[in-house]
């Protein structure tokens, strides 16, 4: 396992733990970030991501990126 920030552009991974207050899991979890998705990274500006999550794209922070394991 690590951190979606160590992830490679246009890869896919799965999720494999959500980490975090409750309250921070409960905010990702409703952008969609829930273990056993699968979960590409389609960009990276200044550290920020911008990544494809149940058909989806989604700008996080490096600082959510880095409580996503994959």
């Known amino acids: ?11 896919d991974y799965t999720i ?3 980490g975090g207050n409750p309250e921070i899991k409960r905010h990702l ?11 590409t990274v ?3 500006v200044d550290g ?3 990544v ?3 058909e989806t794209r989604v700008a996080i ?3 959510m ?4 394991m994959i």
């Open 1 to 11: 396992m690590m951190p979606l920030t160590l992830a490679n552009s246009n890869e």
């Open 52 to 54: 494809n999550v149940k």
């Open 65 to 68: 990126a880095q409580k996503i």
């Open 61 to 63: 922070s490096r600082e």
């Open 16 to 18: 494999m733990r959500i």
């Open 48 to 50: 920020n991501l911008i």
């Open 29 to 39: 979890e409703n952008l969609g970030f829930i273990s056993g998705e699968r979960i």
């Open 42 to 44: 389609i960009n990276i």
